[in-house]
């Protein structure tokens, strides 16, 4: 498993935008799928973005293609997402997500998960 902390959340206006990253540790992390997750308040966790272990392939929720990007960077065991033309129904909290998954990935096969950051997007 790998450790995963998060970071770059915060409150922006529509149509701004912000680019979150997670940190990973553990010497697998090169081995996994790297997800993002996130869950409203009174909603249930959903499926946003994931990315192939080396880089290759990329594979989206359709409410965010076009929107946001997922990126890796291997070597600082890094993960990123940048997130464009920002939504109010985008806020919620944020997790990113490891794992040795398949093609594309079940949300049933991240087994390491981050502690979550926080996106407020405001009308």
């Known amino acids: 498993q790998v450790h995963l902390v998060e970071s770059g959340g915060g409150l922006v206006q529509a149509g701004g935008s912000l680019r979150l990253s997670c940190a990973a540790s553990g010497r697998l992390f090169r081995t996994y799928t790297m997800g993002w997750f996130r869950q409203a308040p009174g909603k249930e966790r959903e499926f946003v973005a994931a990315i192939s272990w080396s880089g290759g392939s990329s594979y989206y929720a359709d409410s965010v293609k076009g929107r946001f990007t997922i990126s890796r960077d291997n070597t600082k065991k890094t993960v990123f997402m940048q997130m464009n033309s920002l939504k109010p129904e985008d806020t919620a909290a944020y997790y990113c997500?490891?794992?040795?998954?398949?093609?594309?990935?079940?949300?049933?096969?991240?087994?390491?998960w981050g502690q979550g950051t926080q996106v407020t997007v405001d009308s």
């Open positions: 997500a490891a794992g040795p998954t398949g093609w594309p990935p079940a949300d049933g096969d991240f087994g390491s």
